[in-house]
T-cell receptor, first 118, second 113 residues
Framework: DAGVIQSPRHEVTEMGQEVTLRCKPI?????LFWYRQTMMRGLELLIY????????DSGMPEDRFSAKMPNASFSTLKIQPSEPRDSAVYFC????????????????FGEGSRLTVL | GNSVTQMEGPVTLSEEAFLTINCTYT??????LFWYVQYPGEGLQLLLK?????DKGSNKGFEATYRKETTSFHLEKGSVQVSDSAVYFC????????????FGSGTRLSIRP
């Protein structure tokens, strides 16, 4: 079974350019998360979706960041315009529905998209 | 609020040494607790978990016990290998907010041959 698939794996762009990161969650998972990882701040939750609906976007740094989930098998994280301080590894993760049981909370991470903004 | 505190790294050990990485948490209710591991160049993956007090999670020789009385979930391994070199994250999933998992800051572990 395929895991969480992210693209691109590496992106180098110039300040001011638009960046779009893509994620395909594991089939059947209906929670999707976007994280950012840097040396300075560690792992930060940017936004998460349940059933394609954004539930909490309080971690999104500013208006330059936006995320969408048009269907259960695809999500994008867009940065426009990009800045050097956005350089980081961006991870997408998905998880099984909680249902009526306490969520066991296991997240399945993709391999990440390493973004460098010059 | 809910939070996770884990020991700062980096931690450097010799092969076959005993490992402990401390983790304590603050949470309301009855969270589930986890250790995730991140190998170089990869995403995080679940190492072990415990969903209620006194549960012991174990995998690949690693163990951690959910201690409600001390609000701790320390990671241990009796004899580490070079291949265990990675970053380890303690995490909790609050019962009341099942989808919002909270990660600690991570502890980098390096094992010398």
């Amino acid at each position: 079974d395929a895991g969480v698939i992210q693209s691109p794996r590496h992106e180098v762009t110039e300040m001011g350019q638009e960046v779009t990161l893509r994620c395909k969650p594991i089939s059947g998972h209906n929670s999707l998360f976007w994280y950012r990882q840097t040396m300075m701040r560690g792992l930060e939750l940017l936004i998460y979706f349940n059933n394609n609906v954004p539930i909490d976007d309080s971690g999104m740094p500013e208006d330059r960041f936006s995320a969408k989930m048009p269907n259960a098998s695809f999500s994008t994280l867009k940065i426009q315009p990009s800045e050097p301080r956005d350089s980081a590894v961006y991870f997408c993760a998905s998880s099984l529905p909680a249902g009526g049981e306490p969520n066991t909370g296991e997240l399945f991470f993709g391999e990440g998209s390493r973004l460098t903004v010059l | 609020g809910n939070s996770v505190t884990q020991m700062e790294g980096p931690v450097t050990l010799s092969e076959e040494a005993f490992l402990t990485i401390n983790c304590t948490y603050t949470a309301t209710g009855y969270p589930s607790l986890f250790w995730y591991v991140q190998y170089p160049g990869e995403g995080l993956q679940l190492l072990l978990k415990a969903t209620k007090a006194d549960d012991k999670g174990s995998n690949k020789g690693f163990e951690a016990t959910y201690r409600k009385e001390t609000t701790s979930f320390h990671l241990e391994k009796g004899s580490v290998q070079v291949s265990d070199s990675a970053v380890y994250f303690c995490a909790l999933a609050p019962y009341s907010s099942a989808s919002k998992i909270i990660f600690g800051s991570g502890t980098r572990l390096s094992i010398r041959p």
